[in-house]
Nanobody
Framework: QLQLVESGGGLVQPGGSLRLSCQAS????????IGWFRQAPGKEREGVSC????????NYLDSVKGRFTISRDNAKNTVYLQMNSLKPEDTAVYYC????????????????????WGQGTQVTVSS
């Protein structure tokens, strides 16, 4: 059974922080690039961040640069998204997803590339 399970979402006040986790089971993350996406009600899904296979290259949505940090721990088969200085505009369901990628390739956030998706975790930023 192949699964990606997100956790760490919740309700936080503006300016607060959350750390999302994405735990893989049934397969090994070593061969995959990993992305975080989010979708707010009535909005298109957008890529938030991604990290390549080696962990040495990352990409971020412009609006989260300097606030969010993606990382991976292959030993734990887990990827993280540290979110700081959260804004109401960050409110969305956050999904992790993966795609098989060459070792030397940089990651991209085109939805069609991602073959396995988690169930999502709700992040609500509100006072």
């Amino acid at each position: 059974q192949l699964q990606l399970v997100e956790s760490g979402g919740g309700l936080v006040q503006p300016g607060g922080s959350l750390r999302l986790s994405c735990q893989a089971s049934g397969f090994t993350l070593d061969y995959y690039a990993i992305g975080w996406f989010r979708q707010a009600p009535g909005k298109e899904r957008e890529g938030v961040s991604c990290i390549n296979r080696s962990g040495g290259s990352t990409n971020y949505l412009d609006s989260v640069k300097g606030r969010f940090t993606i990382s991976r721990d292959n030993a734990k088969n887990t990827v993280y998204l540290q979110m700081n200085s959260l804004k109401p505009e960050d409110t969305a369901v956050y999904y992790c997803a993966v795609y098989v990628s060459p070792v030397r390739a940089m990651c991209v956030m085109r939805t069609i590339l991602y073959t396995y998706w988690g169930q999502g975790t709700q992040v609500t930023v509100s006072s």
